[in-house]
């Protein structure tokens, strides 16, 4: 019986193997791996031009890869020959203008354009009157070379693209960054705040269910919410350098101490629970109403003054 060598086929193998699907396959090549295989380089150049060419500046890559989808269309109709002479003709002006994914469409007036008095005197030459939301606004350093390469013909404008400016996208990267983290941080203290606000709610429901409740039910609530409060009782420092009303104090802490009780001792606040929860029946209108508020607020601005000063 005479041995086979090594390496060699077998009687009856099939030699023929059905080629590999790869991406240099152009027949097995789907318009949705090609979509895909160009976002990469595309966002990459528009980050190569500035580092904040990001969402919410540009747009999303789910609609990236529909623009461009629409455009591989447009392109294999104009190359079958479809369509009258008029839209071949647009099509290929399309090829020479900027593929804009910016999500601000805004129009960008240069200086040199409006007779502007700080034509050529300042690093940013142009305008542009946005509304859009500060999140989605164009960066004003690219304002010029944006307006460039919207208004190129023939695929050349006034401006191109340069070696990355190693300074400048350090110093945008480390704005971005820094922007990142006050977002978290403002989160975080609004999930605190929130937190805060439906413990408050949820006492209330106890004290509201204590009035509701028998006499006997009354009593033994009555002494958990005097524990409650004696071990709440915990007082918030003053920002001396806050700058607006939501600064004065810290939101974050769990339990806010207020005005009312920072005079009273713990015992005093137990002797407190024991009073009967009565409003006493003084006589007030609304001129002694307006004069109390006027009293509260001078005193607060003094005391928060003087502190400033110091």
Request: aromatic share 6%; with cysteine.
């Amino acid at each position: 019986m005479v041995g086979e060598k090594a390496g060699g086929k077998k009687r009856g193998e099939d030699t023929h193997k059905t080629p590999s699907k790869t991406k240099h396959d152009r027949r097995n090549y789907t318009d949705k791996e090609l979509i895909n295989d160009m976002i990469v380089p595309l966002l990459h150049q528009w980050t190569k031009a500035n580092a904040l060419f990001k969402p919410p500046v540009i747009n999303q890559c789910r609609t990236i890869e529909l623009k461009l989808t629409k455009l591989w269309h447009k392109a294999v109709e104009t190359s079958l020959g479809k369509g009258n002479l008029a839209r071949k003709n647009e099509f290929l002006h399309t090829l020479d203008t900027l593929f804009d994914i910016l999500t601000c469409k805004c129009s960008i007036q240069l200086c040199s354009e409006s007779n502007c008095s700080h034509s050529g005197k300042r690093e940013n030459n142009s305008h542009i009157d946005c509304g859009c939301p500060r999140e989605k606004k164009i960066p004003a350093l690219e304002l010029e070379f944006i307006k460039a390469q919207r208004t190129k013909a023939e695929g050349q404008g006034s401006m191109q693209m340069g070696s990355i400016d190693y300074s400048e996208t350090k110093k945008q990267i480390a704005n971005a960054k820094k922007r990142e983290q006050i977002r978290e941080r403002e989160q975080k203290k609004k999930m605190k705040s929130e937190e805060a606000i439906q413990r408050e709610e949820e006492l209330c429901q106890d004290v509201y269910h204590f009035f509701d409740s028998s006499s006997d039910e009354q009593e033994a609530t009555s002494d958990d919410i005097g524990r409650l409060f004696v071990s709440f009782k915990k007082s918030s420092p003053i920002n001396v350098n806050a700058t607006k009303l939501s600064e004065l104090v810290d939101l974050s802490l769990e339990v806010l101490e207020p005005p009312l009780t920072t005079s009273l001792t713990s015992q005093e606040l137990r002797n407190l629970k024991e009073t009967p929860m009565q409003v006493p029946k003084w006589p007030s209108h609304t001129q002694s109403v307006e004069r109390y508020v006027k009293m509260v607020t001078e005193a607060a601005g003094h005391v928060y003054s003087h502190e400033r000063r110091e």
